[in-house]
């Protein structure tokens, strides 16, 4: 690099996800970016491959998952592992329910974003997954239980940055506990 | 039309099915699926905006899940008319498990497919959640029966088309009820 940038990965991703939000997806540039973050160009395609890479690099949502579900107690069973999967992934966001909530909202208005999310999740299903057959939980097991896992892990997502749960301020691993308890009463 | 062409529409998703898995999407252009099929290029894109779309058009998986979902017992619980949509949906597919399976392995190898057909995942999800809300199922419940049951949709349906399956042939439905019990169970 040319020169010491603090965090400017940091701050082209708030660049990023604020020009999406003020003037939308299509109307922002990469050179947007780079500009609002006081970087150059180049410096953004050293760091992402294009505009809509930006809101999907660093955080490891999969891998976090992968471990959790490899760290859970030896007796848990693979629904309860997959569980603590979502819990590790969930933490990672525990602190940034502001910016977890902006981003969620622009990722919904946003086609080409809202498949990149699909995208993601369907890597934190196969790592669910991957984990749990390292666990030695067999195929149709692990597959089932990785799937309902990521199921709740979206639902409760989703609740948990709605505005209208401010008032409760619950954490989105108890949400996601919650859901989990919904989803085994509903069925 | 400048002539009758009798099923164009079906010949050109057979014809880029065949294509995609002999020698590859990319290897693949909109001319070379028209030819296969005995149309005119022009032909091609007034039924599809591109090669993407093909594999995509014409089968209302959406539109048949949120009608199953209406068309439940007046007594289902939101669980059991998610899963009555579901198994309208899978009845779209009952008779045509050798082109389902050929078509899932074509989707799975191909990113750009991969993609597009977790958005169809994703109208599913939707159009099963807004038949439910119809029903006067309340917004979180609708939400989560409408999620876990098209996971149930999704994991049976690679059931139904795993080969090491052959043997038993269940129908698509009847593997839909086992999965869901299944999770059932796991849960």
Redesign the interface.
């Known amino acids: 690099m040319g020169r010491w940038e603090p965090d400017a990965r940091g701050r082209m991703q708030r660049a990023a996800l604020e020009l999406f939000a003020e003037r939308g997806y299509e109307q922002t540039s990469a050179g947007d970016i780079a500009e609002r973050a006081g970087v150059t160009e180049r410096t953004f395609f050293r760091h992402f491959p294009d505009k809509r890479e930006v809101l999907f690099a660093g955080t490891p949502m999969d891998e976090a998952m992968h471990d959790g579900v490899l760290a859970a107690p030896e007796h848990a069973?693979?629904?309860e592992a997959a569980l603590a999967g979502m819990c590790a992934g969930a933490a990672l966001l525990e602190e940034r329910r502001d910016y977890a909530a902006l981003r969620a909202r622009v990722v919904e208005a946003t086609p080409p974003l809202?498949?990149r999310e699909?995208?993601k999740?369907?890597a934190m299903t196969a790592a669910t997954y991957r984990a749990l057959r390292t666990r030695g939980v067999s195929e149709?097991?692990a597959?089932?239980?990785a799937?309902?896992a990521v199921?709740v892990f979206?639902?409760g997502f989703?609740?948990w940055v709605d505005a209208r749960n401010d008032a409760a301020q619950q954490s989105f691993a108890d949400i996601i506990t919650a859901?989990?308890a919904?989803?085994?009463a509903?069925?």
Chains 1, 2 share one sequence.
């Open positions: 069973t693979p629904h809202r498949e699909l995208l999740s369907a149709p097991v597959d089932l239980a799937h309902s199921t979206r639902v989703l609740r859901t989990a919904e989803l085994r509903l069925m």
